[in-house]
């Protein structure tokens, strides 16, 4: 198995960009996914194979990857953003892992 | 719209065991590798447990292995989650999950779509 680090807490004003890292040993070799959760509901997935946004994400969710470090960009982030963001991998030998998880503030 | 709801949660003492359902709509259940995936209270995110479309292969976390057991019943569009010899540290809310593999100059795999959870405590 494997880990996958994020920072514990993001603060961003409104209108402004959230960026929040995830690093993993894996990650060059595997896609990362990110999830959004907001107190009291499901995770919802925001972002797949480390860049393409499911239908019915905003624009503003964006992924990137570079060697073992993955990125979700909040650009022109809103009230509503505010949430614990966990990015997840897998491999083939059955694993799968989330991130730390990551608490986006919206001042 | 992707419908997943669980069910067969709630308070059962420590050994007890507990035995979850989550009942699947609006999409070919028969189609997907299923899951299980529990977050303990204040907690991140755990997965728990995989099932193939017809139930031939099975995988489960370090953390549950033996003590749980993950099944599905095709027919009725159900997944469920046997735990016996529960603990508190068992106690979290489960989530349904559909999961969904990726390829291209990568691979992985993710929940694609998650049900609203049910809530399990483990306390004498």
């Known amino acids: 198995s494997y880990e996958l680090t994020q920072p514990p807490s993001v603060s961003v004003s409104p209108g402004q960009t959230a960026r929040i890292t995830c690093s993993g040993d894996?990650?060059?070799?595997?896609?990362a996914y990110w999830y959004q959760q907001k107190p009291g509901q499901a995770p919802v997935l925001v972002i797949y194979?480390?860049?393409e946004r499911p239908s019915g994400i905003p624009e503003r969710f964006s992924g990137s990857s570079s060697g073992t470090t993955v990125t979700l960009t909040i650009s022109g982030v809103q009230a509503e953003d505010e949430a614990d963001y966990y990015c997840q991998s897998a491999d083939s030998s059955g694993a799968y892992v989330f991130g730390t998880g990551t608490k986006v503030t919206v001042l | 719209e992707v419908q997943l709801v669980e069910s067969g949660g709630g308070l059962v003492q420590p050994g007890g065991s507990l035995r979850l359902s989550c009942a699947a709509s609006r999409f070919s259940f028969s189609d997907y590798w299923m899951s299980w995936v529990r977050q303990a209270p204040g907690k991140g995110l755990e997965w728990v447990a995989n099932i193939k479309q017809d139930g031939s292969e099975k995988y489960y976390a370090d953390s549950v292995k033996g003590q749980f057991t993950i099944s599905r019943d095709n027919a009725k569009n159900s997944l469920y989650l046997q735990m016996n010899s529960l603990r508190a540290e068992d106690t979290a809310v489960y989530y349904c999950?559909?999961?969904?593999?990726?390829?291209?100059?990568?691979?992985?795999?993710?929940?694609?779509?998650w049900g609203q959870g049910t809530l399990v405590t483990v306390s004498s």
């Open positions: 894996a990650l060059p070799k595997l896609f």
């Open positions: 999950a559909r999961l969904v593999s990726s390829s291209g100059w990568k691979f992985g795999w993710y929940f694609e779509y």
């Open positions: 194979k480390d860049t």
